[in-house]
């Protein structure tokens, strides 16, 4: 309960008329495109306590997260795997 009461006493409201839509923001659907082989994938950045893989939401925290975020469409992000750097092309962000 102390964390849950953590969390909603730093917990501050965003007026989504506000926010940069041409940006990847949390709560972005992100369709990425990976340079290495060409497959595509979405995903709705999300914050940690609501990712789930299985329904392609994924945390702002996690790597990938972290790549995708505040870039914009025609993008390249790099992100860093335990085998190297994927390369994926941000092909179309939503809300």
Known sequence: ????EETLSTARLIDESQLDTSKV???????????TNGMEMTY?????????????????????????????????AEIKVPSGVMKFDIVEISR
Do not use: F
């Open 44 to 76: 709705t950045l999300v914050a940690e306590s609501e990712a789930d893989l299985k329904t392609g939401k994924i945390s702002v925290n996690s790597p990938i997260g972290k790549g995708l975020l505040g870039k914009s469409v025609g993008d390249v």
């Open 1 to 4: 309960i102390s964390k849950l």
């Open 25 to 35: 923001l949390v709560l972005s659907k992100v369709k990425i495109k990976n340079q």
